[in-house]
């Protein structure tokens, strides 16, 4: 019973420090120890004996990571050197798979009633934090508020302490508690799926979630994170797609469609016609970065450069460094060729199967609630999927925690029947 008592404790704790992304409790070998990681790294401790049934999409997870294993391990035999930063990333990895199994084991025992409880732990964390960011975004205007930033310690990331103002806006933005902006709009992308489900209810339901889906959305709007914005209309435009609403209001996701098209390629047409307005650097960096990764995909194919080795590959044959591609698909073809990237897709297809098995599944059930979650998660899914498009960052809690529900879901709905 006690037992029982500190896991449930430990798991909320958990849910609530998904959003400190940048903050570590200390350090192992010179190493950041994310919150999260470590809340799990103790679940993980208390649950040692029901970790040895995992389920199917798991296996492929340990088969991707063997790949891993053998594209580092290739590159180290054929070039000569020990490839530190890959078996780094390998750590990294297994860092998230310990996240993906404890999760699973602890979800697959959970009601629907439990789960749901997480989600609004999710949701309570983060209107805390959107009202702190507010305050962060009000004091670059307000300079006599005292800059509050106590939550973003962690050195394995690139922690964005400037003015404030930066990218192809020109003007002030939001990071709230996650590295730098573009970040922090990758997880609002997350609570706002949830959300998103409530709002074509009736104006007299639900007008504490539908006032909260207000104040993340302005928050996300302050990143000016075009990444953000960009996978927040993906996943507007999805929703008609697993909802029944109105025709009149579909006609609004068309206009969602034209604010996409020219937000995603105001930079191509700026670059072009060399437009000031729209001229983004940014976006040519990015270009650049990703036809990088195809043409270094094409010098080893099968099991590419190496997990984690994009920069110094680079920087060695190419004499200029890349951090990153800015796609994490594209990432993983380059460093781990195309045996890593089609098992890769194996793993998010099942996830994706699941899922809509489950979607379908809800339908005789006939409870509203259920079925604005399941809508909720297949929305926050595709936001990780787009938001890969534009960023590599795999290793938030977040992610795996999304996942982790996702598999855990058919036990979850069997229990509601």
Not at 176 to 187: D, I, K, N, Q, R
Not at 206 to 222: Q, T, Y
Not at 285 to 290: C, D, G, K, T, V
Request: net charge positive.
């Amino acid at each position: 019973m006690l037992l029982k008592k500190i896991n449930n404790f430990l798991l909320i704790l958990f849910v609530f420090s998904l959003p400190f992304t940048a903050f570590s409790v200390f350090k192992i070998g010179g190493r950041d120890i994310i919150f999260s990681w470590f809340l799990v790294f103790l679940l993980a401790l208390l649950n040692i004996p029901k970790l040895k049934r995992p389920g199917k999409v798991i296996v492929i997870l340990y088969i991707w990571f063997f790949i891993l294993f053998l594209s580092v391990a290739n590159l180290g035999f054929l070039e000569g050197f020990i490839p530190v930063k890959g078996f780094t990333q390998l750590l990294m990895v297994i860092i998230m798979m310990i996240h993906l199994v404890v999760l699973y084991v602890l979800f697959r025992d959970k009601t629907f009633i439990e789960i749901k409880k997480l989600i609004g732990v999710l949701i309570f964390s983060t209107f805390l934090l959107v009202l702190c960011t507010f305050y962060q975004y009000s004091a670059y205007y307000l300079t006599f508020l005292p800059q509050i930033d106590v939550f973003r310690n962690a050195e394995i990331y690139f922690i964005y302490k400037g003015t404030g103002i930066e990218g192809w806006s020109g003007t002030y933005r939001a990071y709230g508690v996650a590295p730098e902006p573009t970040f922090w709009a990758s997880y609002l992308l997350i609570p706002l799926a949830f959300l998103v489900p409530y709002l074509f209810s009736s104006l007299r339901k639900f007008w504490i979630k539908k006032i909260l889906f207000f104040l993340f959305f302005i928050s996300l709007i302050l990143t000016f994170s075009r990444s953000g914005w960009v996978s927040f209309s993906v996943i507007l435009l999805i929703f008609p797609l697993i909802t029944k609403i109105p025709p009149i209001l579909k006609v609004s996701y068309f206009i969602t469609i034209l604010i996409l098209i020219t937000v995603f390629f105001g930079g191509v047409i700026g670059n072009y016609f060399e437009i000031p307005l729209f001229t983004d650097i940014s976006f040519e960096q990015r270009l650049h970065a990703e036809v990088t990764a195809l043409k270094i995909f094409s010098t080893s194919p099968i099991l590419g450069i190496g997990f984690g080795n994009f920069e110094d590959f680079t920087q060695r044959y190419l004499g200029t460094p890349f951090l990153v591609t800015y796609n994490f698909y594209l990432r993983i073809l380059a460093e781990t060729g195309i045996f890593g990237f089609l098992i890769f897709l194996l793993f998010l297809g099942f996830l994706f199967q699941t899922l809509i098995k489950s979607h379908a599944a809800i339908r005789q059930i006939k409870n509203s609630e259920i079925q604005k979650f399941v809508q909720g998660l297949l929305l926050a899914f595709f936001s990780i999927l787009i938001i890969w498009l534009f960023s590599e960052g795999y290793n938030f809690s977040y992610i795996w925690f999304i996942f982790a529900l996702m598999i855990s879901l058919p036990k979850t709905l069997s229990r509601a029947t």
